[in-house]
């Protein structure tokens, strides 16, 4: 249903903006980032139909500091990250960010309302990864959300996966990509065509 996939949308991106608290507790981010973002959207989305490119921007530039693309990039990749060139790796991981980012955009732009809670924060862990559960409350009901973030050498937590009421994203994502390949049989073929937003949120939805 399109609630559903715009839904999505808006839960995938509600974790990625910037938070001061990012790099020492997970479930504080997490917590934050979502008004942060929301911010962003009642102030740009305005622009989503007569100056796309804008609107698009001001929501890649608060996703910029917490999403490790270049990490879920070569996971989508799977095994195919071994066989292609760094130039195909890097062209690729430009393709799966750009769509991503407009699809997300789109999605979230009339979402300015929607609250949404961590379930049982906790301190900061010690490891090195985390799941932070989220509850998204919207007209339409209650949505769980597991966040996947990992803590890179600097001591900042990245997200790197998103699990939306048991859909595994980052592995729904590696199966369209090896999928795209068995089809075209060429990775430059697959970067070409690749539409993972889209499809995936059709896949959930």
Same mark, same amino acid.
């Given at each position: ?24 507790n997970p479930y504080v981010?997490i917590e934050g980032v ?24 001001a929501v890649d530039s ?41 699809? !997300? *955009?789109?999605?979230?732009? @009339?979402? =300015? %309302?929607? #609250?949404?809670?961590?379930? /049982?924060?906790?301190? &900061? ?51 369209? !990509? *090896?999928?795209?390949?068995? @089809?075209? =049989? %060429?990775? #430059?073929?697959?970067?070409? /065509?690749?539409?993972? &937003? ?8």
């Amino acid at each position: 249903m399109l609630w559903a996939k715009a839904l999505l949308c808006t839960l995938l991106v509600s974790v990625w903006a910037p938070s001061a608290s990012a790099a020492q507790n997970p479930y504080v981010m997490i917590e934050g980032v979502s008004q942060n973002l929301l911010g962003v959207i009642r102030a740009n989305a305005q622009y989503l139909n007569s100056d796309p490119q804008r609107y698009y921007s001001a929501v890649d530039s608060v996703l910029t500091p917490v999403v490790d693309f270049d990490f879920i990039a070569r996971g989508v990749m799977g095994r195919y990250a071994k066989e292609a060139t760094a130039a195909q790796r890097s062209r690729f991981t430009s393709a799966f960010r750009r769509d991503l980012v407009a699809t !997300f *955009a789109r999605g979230v732009a @009339t979402f =300015g %309302d929607m #609250d949404v809670k961590v379930v /049982n924060p906790g301190g &900061a862990p010690s490891g090195n990864r985390v799941n932070v559960l989220q509850e998204v409350r919207s007209k339409e009901g209650i949505t769980k959300v597991s966040y996947t973030l990992v803590r890179n050498r600097s001591g900042q937590w990245k997200l790197i996966n998103v699990i939306l009421n048991g859909v595994n994203l980052g592995k729904t994502f590696r199966s369209q !990509f *090896a999928q795209s390949m068995q @089809t075209h =049989g %060429d990775i #430059d073929k697959v970067i070409a /065509n690749w539409s993972a &937003a889209k499809d995936v949120a059709d896949q959930v939805g």
